[in-house]
């Protein structure tokens, strides 16, 4: 399973005030010298987190993958093609949101989001859909041609009650075993942290989790080398 580090949050700190620092650039290469085996970023529409300047820079310095998370939009798809992420993560957006809140509905989209998946498959660019742990969304996204899913854990990372911990992880697991069988990747990811990630490295037909607000949180404390080492120690269970 390998880990890849979305550096959103080092751009939402620089954002705060308006200035150069934190570079999120700079804290990729970081996380990639610390071991992380990808670099994910969000190029939002209002350009909250990263912004154009950062995605440039970002398909020039990153040595591992780069995973550009993105809405659907001409514009956005776009930038995609010019930049050449290895990987273009399509995710829902909502202007109002503080973070992504769930799944695609790919199969109440599919001729817009089967365009957007032609138009960057044409450009060189492997296509994920972030999706929820659901049967009908799986396999709508193998139906218009996605190479893999990104399965949303945010349901699982948020539930407190034993059962629901344990019904959300029987529902990723069967998720991944299905999108698997259809031939599909599968990533997954969203509010995954220290405590919790061990119990979805299990699921051995996930290949990527993509993990951004603990580890830069984390590293606030013991700095960015090591919240990412640690992490890292989680998820290849060594």
């Given amino acids: 399973m390998r880990l890849a580090i979305n550096i959103d949050h080092v751009a939402t700190l620089r954002q705060a005030r ?6 999120p650039v ?30 440039r820079l970002l398909r020039e310095t990153v040595k591992t993958r780069l995973d550009l998370e993105m809405a659907a939009t ?4 776009k930038i995609a093609i010019q930049t050449k992420p290895e990987l273009a993560t399509l995710v829902p957006e909502r202007r109002e949101e503080k973070t992504t809140e769930g799944g695609l509905d790919v199969r109440g989209h599919k001729k817009h989001l089967a365009e957007a998946v032609k138009a960057l498959q044409g450009g060189g660019i492997l296509v994920s859909l972030f999706v929820e742990p659901d049967r009908v969304q799986i396999e709508a996204a193998r139906e218009i041609g996605a190479d893999m899913i990104e399965i949303h854990t945010g349901h699982y990372a948020n539930a407190r009650v ?22 599909l990747g599968v990533n997954a990811g969203h509010g995954l942290n ?5 119990a979805i490295v299990a699921i051995k037909e996930i290949d990527e989790l993509s993990i951004g607000h603990a580890v830069i949180s ?6 960015l080398p090591d919240a990412v080492r640690t992490m890292l120690h989680i998820v290849k269970g060594r």
């Avoid at 220290?194 to 061990?198: D, F, G």
């Fill in 74 to 77: 001409d514009e956005i798809i």
């Fill in 18 to 23: 308006g200035g150069h620092e934190p570079d």
């Fill in 162 to 183: 034993d059962r629901d911990v344990h019904e959300h992880l029987v529902r990723i697991q069967t998720a991944a075993k299905l999108a698997k069988s259809l031939g």
């Fill in 218 to 223: 984390h590293a606030v404390s013991v700095g």
């Fill in 26 to 55: 700079s804290a990729a290469h970081i996380c990639e010298l610390a071991g992380a085996e990808g670099i994910v970023c969000h190029l939002r529409e209002d350009r909250r987190h990263v912004n154009d300047r950062d995605v």
């Fill in 194 to 198: 220290y405590v919790n990630t061990e």
